[in-house]
Protein backbone atom coordinates (compact mmCIF):
# COMPACT_ATOMS: atom_id res chain seq x y z
CA UNK A 1 0.00 0.00 0.00
CA UNK A 2 1.13 3.18 -0.61
CA UNK A 3 1.98 5.47 2.29
CA UNK A 4 1.67 8.91 0.62
CA UNK A 5 -2.11 8.47 0.15
CA UNK A 6 -2.75 10.12 3.14
CA UNK A 7 -0.48 13.37 1.98
CA UNK A 8 2.15 13.55 4.61
CA UNK A 9 4.37 15.63 2.79
CA UNK A 10 3.94 19.96 2.62
CA UNK A 11 1.90 21.56 -0.53
CA UNK A 12 4.04 21.44 -3.11
CA UNK A 13 6.58 18.63 -1.91
CA UNK A 14 6.60 15.04 -3.32
CA UNK A 15 5.79 12.35 -1.46
CA UNK A 16 7.99 9.20 -2.41
CA UNK A 17 7.61 5.71 -1.14
CA UNK A 18 10.31 3.81 0.66
CA UNK A 19 10.77 0.34 2.62
CA UNK A 20 11.47 2.60 5.43
CA UNK A 21 7.73 4.47 4.81
CA UNK A 22 7.82 7.63 3.20
CA UNK A 23 10.08 10.38 2.15
CA UNK A 24 9.16 14.21 1.17
CA UNK A 25 11.22 16.05 -1.67
CA UNK A 26 11.00 19.89 -1.95
CA UNK A 27 10.74 20.96 -5.45
CA UNK A 28 14.72 21.61 -6.68
CA UNK A 29 14.26 24.84 -6.21
CA UNK A 30 13.48 24.97 -2.14
CA UNK A 31 15.35 23.62 0.74
CA UNK A 32 14.06 21.58 3.51
CA UNK A 33 12.72 18.59 4.74
CA UNK A 34 8.75 18.84 2.83
CA UNK A 35 7.65 17.36 5.51
CA UNK A 36 4.20 18.61 6.88
CA UNK A 37 4.87 21.31 9.22
CA UNK A 38 8.26 21.68 8.42
CA UNK A 39 8.11 22.49 4.67
CA UNK A 40 9.89 23.53 1.90
CA UNK A 41 11.74 26.96 1.88
CA UNK A 42 12.91 29.38 -1.08
CA UNK A 43 16.62 29.17 -2.25
CA UNK A 44 17.77 32.29 -2.90
CA UNK A 45 18.93 31.67 -6.19
CA UNK A 46 15.79 30.96 -7.63
CA UNK A 47 13.94 33.90 -7.38
CA UNK A 48 12.69 36.78 -9.93
CA UNK A 49 16.12 38.37 -9.82
CA UNK A 50 17.32 37.92 -12.61
CA UNK A 51 14.05 37.32 -13.87
CA UNK A 52 13.43 33.97 -15.70
CA UNK A 53 10.38 35.43 -17.67
CA UNK A 54 10.63 36.73 -20.88
CA UNK A 55 11.01 40.50 -21.61
CA UNK A 56 8.55 42.98 -20.03
CA UNK A 57 6.28 39.78 -18.36
CA UNK A 58 5.75 40.53 -14.63
CA UNK A 59 7.75 37.46 -12.56
CA UNK A 60 6.02 36.75 -9.25
CA UNK A 61 7.43 34.85 -6.28
CA UNK A 62 4.97 32.31 -5.00
CA UNK A 63 5.78 29.78 -1.84
CA UNK A 64 4.74 27.14 -3.54
CA UNK A 65 5.77 26.73 -7.28
CA UNK A 66 8.70 29.61 -7.25
CA UNK A 67 9.12 32.24 -9.52
CA UNK A 68 5.54 32.63 -11.53
CA UNK A 69 5.41 34.47 -14.84
CA UNK A 70 2.41 36.73 -15.93
CA UNK A 71 0.84 36.51 -19.23
CA UNK A 72 2.36 37.38 -22.41
CA UNK A 73 2.64 40.68 -23.90
CA UNK A 74 -0.53 41.51 -26.77
CA UNK A 75 0.46 39.64 -30.21
CA UNK A 76 2.41 37.06 -28.51
CA UNK A 77 1.30 33.74 -27.11
CA UNK A 78 2.70 31.39 -24.50
CA UNK A 79 3.52 30.90 -21.06
CA UNK A 80 5.03 33.83 -19.90
CA UNK A 81 8.74 31.92 -19.41
CA UNK A 82 8.64 31.72 -23.58
CA UNK A 83 6.69 34.09 -25.97
CA UNK A 84 6.00 33.42 -29.35
CA UNK A 85 4.43 35.86 -32.06
CA UNK A 86 1.12 35.37 -33.07
CA UNK A 87 0.75 35.15 -36.66
CA UNK A 88 -2.28 37.12 -36.88
CA UNK A 89 -2.14 37.46 -40.75
CA UNK A 90 -2.91 33.44 -40.90
CA UNK A 91 -4.30 32.72 -37.41
CA UNK A 92 -7.32 35.27 -38.23
CA UNK A 93 -6.57 37.15 -41.39
CA UNK A 94 -8.00 40.53 -39.86
CA UNK A 95 -7.27 42.42 -43.13
CA UNK A 96 -9.39 43.60 -45.88
CA UNK A 97 -9.19 40.32 -48.59
CA UNK A 98 -8.32 43.36 -51.33
CA UNK A 99 -5.45 44.00 -48.92
CA UNK A 100 -2.44 42.48 -47.88
CA UNK A 101 -1.56 41.44 -44.16
CA UNK A 102 1.91 41.39 -43.22
CA UNK A 103 2.67 40.08 -40.00
CA UNK A 104 5.44 41.80 -37.42
CA UNK A 105 6.73 40.81 -34.16
CA UNK A 106 3.91 41.50 -31.64
CA UNK A 107 1.25 42.55 -34.46
CA UNK A 108 0.58 42.98 -37.91
CA UNK A 109 -0.05 45.80 -40.44
CA UNK A 110 -3.07 45.71 -43.62
CA UNK A 111 -1.68 47.53 -46.93
CA UNK A 112 -3.70 50.49 -48.30
CA UNK A 113 -7.07 49.62 -50.24
CA UNK A 114 -6.44 49.43 -53.91
CA UNK A 115 -7.30 53.05 -55.28
CA UNK A 116 -10.84 53.51 -55.74
CA UNK A 117 -11.90 51.96 -52.75
Same mark, same amino acid.
Given at each position: ??R ?12 ? @?? %??? +?????? @? ?10 ? $?? /? ?7 ? &??? +? /? ?9 L?P??G? $? ?5 ? %?? +? ?6 ? !??? +??? !? ?8 H ?5 ? &????S??
Amino acid at each position: FSRCIDNPCHDGATCL @DS %DQG +YKCKCP @DWMTGTGERGQG $CT /AIAKETCTP &SPC +Y /ANVQCTMNDTLGPVCGP $CPNGLKG %DG +YVCNDIDE !CKD +YQP !CDPLTKCTNHHGGFTC &SDCPSGF
